[in-house]
């Protein structure tokens, strides 16, 4: 079954009607040394065939995958209840684009209203804009406005942030010729607070914190507060929002701009993406702002709607004025995500925030004390935590691959100095037998 979307004599037709001899004359403009003479392609199948191949490699990889997973990093395994997808699965979710006009786009509107709200009570902040692409191009696009809040020229980016996210802020920033300062962990793995108060200076533009960091470890948001809020620069908080049902948000702080990945929000793993991104920050600072922000209005009628309130980007305003060229809101994964906090609640959320705290401390107990094995830090974690052995870590985790477990990430891939030491994580999907079975695992191996 092949599908031809245009018959020769329908291409004829249309080459007939501006004056084209052939396919080929379009590109006669195009130097013969710039023009591709084919490409080499396998020979093409049919849709059945197709099928099958997807569904082979479908079967092998499930044949393949580990049994219990501990892997984390920035993209989590959560339950998501069933009708975060029931509702993103209505067409009129599903096939809504940009809410150009509102009075056709009501629900689309009400949907991203109801997103940036929750994301200021998660955050506490006064405004969030209508979403990102995800937690590394957020967290980019707040050290760029930074910047336009203050004209500094260097950024302190601790070394303890996502190693994605800091090559996505380093590409972003490459042509501003900022200065980025690296800010070492101490033992704790928090951040180095006698080096950020080293290198803060009047021409800083931003102090970075990612809450808890790549290591898992939880910083002192209020300590760096106190060093930041005094100066000029901006205090920038990355975050896993599902840590927020426990712990106090950035906002009580005095952070100027809160990113993170609303992943965890609803949003299954699904390799990599979509996810979605979102970006909160003070009243003060909202025309710095990227992005879209939807705001709530009365029509001539008195009634209630939705509008598109404010567009800094570039094809809304002169291109010099635009903060940000990014183009997309990513509502459906946002609409997922306001879901899936609308479904939990306060409560629920403070629920699902506690059961990950309790699995995962359960792990770190289950594993500190096996001989051979320690934690590398000892500060507080959420949800992830990170275990030093006397092995490789990429020993340790391919044997117990072998036992059908994903034990976690080799850091050494980041950081040399931490080729013995694997990050793992343990949300509320994993069950105490989850984690005996992963420390009766490890006391194998070892």
Known sequence: MNYTPHTDEDIQKMLDVIGVGSTDDLFAPIPDGLRLKGLDLAPGVSEMEAIGMVQDLA?????NAPDLSFIGAGAYEHFTPSVVDAMISRSEFYTAYTPYQPEV????LRAIFEFQTMICELTGMEVANASMYDGSSALAEAVMMSV???NGSRVLLPKSVHPFYR????????GMGLEMVEIPWTEAGTLDLERVKAELNEDTAAVVVQNPNFLGVLEPLDAIGEIVNPSSAAYVAAVNPISLGVIRPPGDFG???VVGDGQPLGLSLSFGGPYVGFFATRMAHVRKMPGR???????VDGKRGFVLTLQTREQHIRRERATSNICTNQTLCATAATVYMASLGPQGFHEVGMLNWNRSHRAIQALDGLEGVRLAFSGQSFNEFVVETDRKASEVLSALNEQGIAAGVDLGRFYPELDRCILTCVTETKSEADVDRLAAAWREVL
């Open 59 to 63: 079967a092998r990889v499930r044949e």
């Open 105 to 108: 786009s009501q629900g689309t």
């Open 148 to 150: 336009r809040m203050n």
């Open 167 to 174: 090559q996505v802020v380093e590409t972003y920033v490459s």
């Open 255 to 257: 952070a100027d701009i």
């Open 293 to 299: 922000i939807c705001g709530q209005t009365t029509d």
